[in-house]
């Protein structure tokens, strides 16, 4: 009797243990598929797609170049070294109408620097025949013969003057030299311009500036020019040009 009654006695704790164990994975298999926090949506809750990392569109500046430090200084520009040296723009923009000045850029004697520079002539006499304009003057241009009607020009932003070398053949040659100003207006010509007073030269090489201080210097079609008249000289006159840079 005692036995009997055991067994029955095992039988019913081992039900109750089991039936408190099927309660509890039941409340924890329903707690682990909807969370407390979350809700489950609305019939016109919008779906948002993830949101995609934004993409770097700017090169992070290098340790040389800090981003609040202005660009580097600004390397010389040559216009005009020697012949056959990496220069810049063309000597192509005769001006009024092509006649009156003669430019020769491969000259050898008495030269500033190197093997060759620039002889320049300016023929008053042409400028004053029947049509003449009185004055006459050549352009460096880029591309050759661009006078604002084609792209090109270069972009010498941070640029504060040109120098140029100079002498006369004779002495007393008056000169006005320039840049910029080709094509204003239009859509491929200069951002802007800049000239020197005029210059009466030496027979003797000179270094002359012309400043570009708060210039736009974003395009520079016409990168160098001179410019000489009958009112300011009595008769033909020779000159030399050397070493002209951006700088």
Not at 126 to 138: D, Q
Not at 183 to 210: E, F, P, S, V
Request: one cysteine or more.
């Amino acid at each position: 009797m005692c036995q009997k009654f055991k067994v029955i006695s095992f039988f019913i704790i081992t039900f109750f243990i089991a039936s408190e164990f099927v309660q509890a994975q039941s409340q924890s298999i329903e707690n682990s598929q909807v969370p407390s926090s979350v809700s489950e949506p609305s019939e016109n809750a919008v779906i948002q797609p993830a949101e995609t990392p934004k993409q770097a569109t700017e090169t992070p500046p290098t340790p040389s170049t800090p981003a609040n430090q202005p660009p580097a200084e600004f390397k010389k520009f040559p216009v005009y070294k020697d012949k056959g040296s990496f220069n810049h723009f063309t000597i192509s923009g005769f001006m009024p109408y092509g006649k009156c000045a003669e430019m020769n850029d491969v000259w050898q004697e008495n030269c500033k620097e190197g093997k060759t520079c620039i002889k320049a002539d300016f023929n008053r006499d042409c400028t004053t025949l029947s049509g003449g304009e009185g004055w006459a003057g050549v352009y460096w241009l880029q591309p050759a013969n661009n006078w604002g009607e084609l792209k090109g020009g270069y972009n010498l932003t941070g640029a504060t003057k040109i120098t140029f070398w100079a002498r006369g053949e004779k002495g007393g040659e008056v000169l006005t030299f320039k840049m910029g100003g080709v094509g204003t207006g239009r859509q491929n010509g200069d951002t802007d311009k800049a000239q020197t007073d005029l210059i009466t030269l030496t027979t003797d090489w000179k270094q002359y500036t012309i400043d570009l201080t708060g210039k736009n210097l974003s395009k520079v079609v016409g990168g160098f020019a001179w410019v000489g008249s009958a009112k300011n000289n009595t008769q033909n006159i020779t000159f030399y040009l050397d070493e002209i840079y951006y700088e």
